[in-house]
């Protein structure tokens, strides 16, 4: 026989919550890296063909160049987040290493916390200027450079929902996420 756990005055229990939210944060970081998967697959795949077809046809296709340029912009700022939560960022914690845990856990909490609002003010800055950009095309496919803009707050608010979801983790342990073949400490 299985128990039932009952929601608390119409919400949810405690547990039930925290497993709302690790499902939340598996389907992000599912669905951004499948994202960038795809974003990245795309790019190789027009850049090859536009390769092959410029040295064996002596023809080139104009439009890959602009799209694949915007694609990357895209990809940077889609990435940002998931870069934030394997700790790929530069970072200089050579500070929160040298002093007791207690403290060390508060200078990661002030960093997250300087990090929370510099993303919010890259957010809402960039939302401005796609807006102001949204009326300027580009050169060869006439797209609204506003669109593409539009990955900085995008990217921003998928940053802030990387950090939200791995902050208070970092901020405990120090920890990063760890993701299978990459590790940023190697890179160093």
């Known amino acids: 026989m299985s128990t039932q756990i009952r929601p608390m005055s119409g919400g949810l229990h405690k547990g039930e919550w925290w497993i709302a939210v690790a499902k939340f944060d598996d389907l992000l ?7 960038l ?5 795309i790019m190789s795949v027009l850049v090859s063909a536009n390769v092959i077809s410029r040295y064996m046809f002596s023809f080139s296709f104009t439009w890959v ?3 694949t340029r915007y694609m990357m912009i895209w990809t940077t700022f889609l990435g940002c987040g998931m870069a934030l939560r394997v700790g790929g960022h530069i970072a200089i914690d050579a500070l929160a290493e040298s002093v007791p845990a207690s403290f060390a856990r508060c200078i990661r909490a002030l960093i997250a916390l300087i990090l929370a609002v510099t993303i919010v003010f890259m957010t809402v800055l960039g939302a401005q200027y796609a807006e102001f950009a949204w009326e300027q095309e580009t050169p060869v496919l006439g797209w609204s450079y506003g669109v593409i803009y539009l990955s900085i707050p995008i990217g921003g608010v998928l ?3 990387h950090l939200f979801m791995y902050a208070m983790r970092w901020i405990a342990t ?3 996420d760890r ?3 990459f590790d940023p400490q190697a890179l160093s």
């Open 65 to 67: 160049e602009e799209v």
């Open 37 to 41: 998967v795809v974003m990245l697959a």
């Open 179 to 181: 993701v299978e073949g």
């Open 159 to 161: 940053m802030l929902l």
């Open 174 to 176: 120090g920890q990063w």
């Open 29 to 35: 970081c599912a669905g951004n890296r499948w994202l």
